[in-house]
């Protein structure tokens, strides 16, 4: 598989793109399949979208995140107007004064990375090759600005309706917030920018090479060169993964709650994994994994739900009763290890009463007690 770092985005990059921003977005991002009708759309109509490497970013152009924000049961039934991107690009640069150099995905998953390509090929401007995640997360200040000690500038909530909502929260938390209250006013999802930094902050603070990294997950898992299991097991090997369960999902709850889309799902294991149960929390995005009661993956690490047969993720919205599943676990990028990594978005945030503990040392704990066993 290629692994050279995209130069451009066409319409034929976008189903790889997609499929892989699935898999890092851990359920959450946003659907994929409604991100990709937008990409394709702007590039068909607008031309293909050249692509920024972090490390080349100008010091001084504005690097600009756009995205949608709410709760994903709700952004596929309300699908984002086609001139919400343009609209809120245009009240930034009203606002600030400033001109819009790239475009940059605030998280990659799901629909989030897809959302920045058209709205770069809307304004024929740049993509960056890189975010500020490395996976998604349901909360705005989880972000390496945040992580850095920057907070959101002005910030841009616009929706279908023709509202569109200015502000200059003054820290990350306020700025999650307001935009999680104006978000519901809004109808539960909304276009979304914030952390608008000049090219020397996003070089600073943003994950590198992830657009790529989307792409190249993508690409493994719809080969055709490759089996069912040899697909997983190559992108396991790519992302330093595990593979933690296999089972049939046998009950799950789900519901919009406070702009979120909250839930948990338990899993009966079939094959090697018959008897033994498994159990997902999350909240927009998978956060907790246990195994038969025992932790087994938990933010900020990243853990996926895939297809059985395909291979490829199920978000949470679409995850149901009788789906057989993978579920998978890999390391978060380093700095979300750090202190205020775990402060930020570790499990004591969300209400978890377990402590951060990296899913290489758990999966290495579960086999020793397998080999005593």
């Given at each position: ?127 960056v090759d890189g975010d500020a995640m490395g996976r998604a ?21 616009v929706d279908a309706q023709g509202n569109a909502v200015l ?171 750090t202190e205020r990594g775990i402060e930020t978005a570790g ?27």
């Open positions: 598989m290629s692994t050279e770092h995209l130069t451009v985005i066409t319409e034929a990059d976008i189903d790889d793109i997609a499929i892989g921003a699935a898999v890092l977005g851990t359920g959450g991002g946003g659907d994929p399949h409604v991100g990709s009708l937008h990409a394709k759309r702007a590039i068909r109509l607008h031309g293909e979208v050249p692509v920024l490497q972090v490390a080349d970013l100008d010091d001084e152009g504005l690097v600009v995140p756009v995205g949608m924000i709410g709760a994903p049961s709700v952004s596929i039934e309300k699908i984002a107007g086609a001139n919400e991107l343009g609209r809120a690009l245009d009240m930034l640069e009203q606002g600030t004064g400033k001109r819009v150099a790239a475009i940059m995905p605030i998280e990659i998953g799901g629909g989030n990375s897809l959302i920045p390509i058209a709205a770069a090929a809307e304004r024929g401007l740049p993509i997360f349901p909360e705005a200040q989880m972000v390496t600005f945040h992580l850095a000690g920057y907070g959101p500038g002005a910030t841009v909530l502000s200059y929260p003054i820290n990350g938390a306020w700025s999650e917030r307001l935009a999680r209250v104006i978000t519901f006013e809004m109808g539960g999802s909304a276009t979304m920018i914030d952390y608008a930094y000049p090219g020397a902050v996003a070089r600073e603070c943003a994950i590198p090479g992830t657009l790529t990294m989307a792409r190249d997950i993508g690409r493994m898992l719809r080969s055709s060169e490759l089996r069912d299991d040899e697909r997983t097991d190559a992108m396991l090997e790519k992302l330093g993964g595990f593979r933690l369960f296999i089972g049939k999902v046998t009950e799950i709850e789900r519901a919009v709650q406070g702009g979120f889309t909250r839930g948990r799902a338990e899993l009966a294991g079939t094959g090697a994994d018959r008897g033994d149960t498994f159990e997902l929390s999350f909240q927009n995005e998978m956060l907790l994994a246990t195994r038969n009661g025992e932790l087994a993956a938990v933010t900020p690490d990243l853990i996926a739900v895939l297809d059985q047969a395909t291979g490829h993720p199920i978000t949470t919205e679409t995850l149901r009763y009788g789906a057989r599943v993978t579920i998978v676990a890999f390391p978060c990028h380093p700095q979300w290890r499990p004591g945030y969300f209400g978890y009463d377990v402590e951060f503990t990296p899913v290489e040392t758990l999966v290495a704990s579960a086999n020793a007690q397998e080999d005593r066993a």
